[in-house]
């Protein structure tokens, strides 16, 4: 059985004439430990997907089933816990006017279930070196850091409840390109250290290659391919698969 399944996802913005399905007959799977890439232009559906999984967005048909349970009904505390998710814009997922010790505290508010036993302090100090960040940001707030240390705080702060999956959202989109690899190879390293599966969302095939396993493609709110990453690099099958791919290829050139 996989970690995630979704199933014939639609999911609709609006109601009545103005509703627009934006979302239609979606079905990919991930497995446990695994990275799965779902990529495509602006407006191919990813957010919206990635959204419905989280939880944010109620689909309008279809399932999603994590570890065999189906997330459409209301979701325990537990299931909220274990899908987490790292957004596009680190600064403004960050609540401004908390510092970092405040901001990873206060996940454990949330989820009390996910506290941890001894000192609040020294669990945070070992999450922020989990992340390759200093104890000397303890209390420092979001406009006293880079980019990359606000998204290294927000992918602490997701550590904080120990999740089973982490959706990422252009996790690094809008990050420097040398702060991009970087937190691509924490990413990639906290999957294997803390048994993680990983959905990531990004329209950049470069990453892609650098992280997935498999890669979903999606073309106006529909999946059109699924494919292990290296095979869909070699031999798409779809059309819009291989203008991706060439459209890629001619921004390195």
Known sequence: ????????????????RGATLVVRGVSFALEAREVLALVGESGSGKTTVARAIVGLLNPSAGEILFDGTNLAARRSRLQRRDI??????????????????????????????????????????????????????????????????????????????????????????????????????????????????LLFITHDLGVVRQIADRVAVMHHGRVVEI??????????????????LSAALDIQL
């Open 1 to 16: 059985m996989s970690l995630l399944e979704v199933n014939n996802l639609d999911v609709t913005y609006g109601s009545g």
């Open 84 to 197: 987490q998710m790292v957004f596009q814009d680190p600064r403004s997922s960050l609540n401004p006017r908390m510092t970092v010790r405040a901001l990873i505290a206060e996940a454990w508010r949330a989820h009390p279930d996910a506290a941890p036993d001894g000192p609040a302090t020294e669990a945070i100090v070992s999450l922020l070196d989990q992340v390759g960040l200093p104890d000397s940001v303890l209390d420092r707030r979001p406009s006293q850091l880079s980019g990359g240390q606000c998204q290294r705080v927000s992918i602490a702060r997701v550590l904080a409840l120990r999740p089973r999956l982490i959706v990422c959202d252009e996790a690094v989109s809008a990050l420097d390109v040398s702060v991009q690899a970087q937190i691509l190879r924490l990413l990639v390293d906290l999957t294997a250290t803390h048994n993680l599966s």
């Open 227 to 244: 494919a292990p990453t290296e095979q869909l690099f070699t031999a798409p099958t779809d059309d819009y698969s291989r203008e991706l």
